[in-house]
T-cell receptor, first 115, second 110 residues
Framework: DAGVIQSPRHEVTEMGQEVTLRCKPISGHNSLFWYRQTMMRGLELLIYFNNNVPIDDSGMPEDRFSAKMPNASFSTLKIQPSEPRDSAVYFCASSPVGQTSRGYTFGSGTRLTVV | DAKTTQPPSMDCAEGRAANLPCNHS???????VYWYRQIHSQGPQYIIHGLKNNETNEMASLIITEDRKSSTLILPHATLRDTAVYYC???????????FGAGTTVTVRA
């Protein structure tokens, strides 16, 4: 099992550019989460998908952020246009059904720097 | 509205047991205690969880007090690779949201 796979591992972009982060959850997991981590705010849940359907997007900071899950094996988080304050580490996590006996499995994250 | 309180940091000697406390005095009857850790530059990693009884797995032991208002995560033989931020999280069994606080930064020293 390769775990949750995120790409790219690092992304540096200029302010105003579109950024797309990608996530491949563990096969068979039907819950997917996007988290953002900054020094100031710690780990924050951005959006939660269950069976490819967005259930809770209350953590998405503003309209510049959007997330999709076109199928069970792929999700994207897009920022358009990007701003310096979006610089953070973005984590994707998956689980079989919400909370499980093994918890969530997180990916290694994408470190985004917007200059 | 923090549900848990943890010390900001603690040191531990390599090879010794590390005991990480967590207070959760407002925990509800159907809420679990979860522990995750985050090693530098990695995503959070699930360690263990429990409801009432003490739990043990290959990584750690979880001791929950009888009144469930506090718990202790025990790393039986800490190694340098256990240096990480440890998060204690209280959440319901049907609650999908993990609310990570500041956690405890554990440094294992040789």
């Amino acid at each position: 099992d390769a775990g949750v796979i995120q790409s790219p591992r690092h992304e540096v972009t200029e302010m105003g550019q579109e950024v797309t982060l990608r996530c491949k959850p563990i096969s068979g997991h039907n819950s997917l989460f996007w988290y953002r981590q900054t020094m100031m705010r710690g780990l924050e849940l951005l959006i939660y998908f269950n069976n490819n359907v967005p259930i809770d997007d209350s953590g998405m900071p503003e309209d510049r952020f959007s997330a999709k899950m076109p199928n069970a094996s792929f999700s994207t988080l897009k920022i358009q246009p990007s701003e310096p304050r979006d610089s953070a580490v973005y984590f994707c996590a998956s689980s079989p059904v919400g909370q499980t006996s093994r918890g969530y499995t997180f990916g290694s994250g994408t470190r985004l720097t917007v200059v | 509205d923090a549900k848990t309180t943890q010390p900001p940091s603690m040191d531990c000697a390599e090879g010794r047991a590390a005991n990480l406390p967590c207070n959760h005095s407002t925990i509800s009857g159907n809420e679990y205690v979860y522990w995750y850790r985050q090693i530098h530059s990695q995503g959070p990693q699930y360690i263990i969880h429990g409801l009432k009884n003490n739990e043990t797995n290959e990584m750690a032991s979880l001791i929950i007090t009888e009144d469930r208002k506090s718990s202790t995560l025990i790393l039986p033989h800490a190694t340098l690779r256990d240096t990480a931020v440890y998060y204690c999280i209280v959440t319901g069994s049907n609650d999908y949201k993990l609310s990570f606080g500041a956690g405890t930064t554990v440094t294992v020293r040789a």
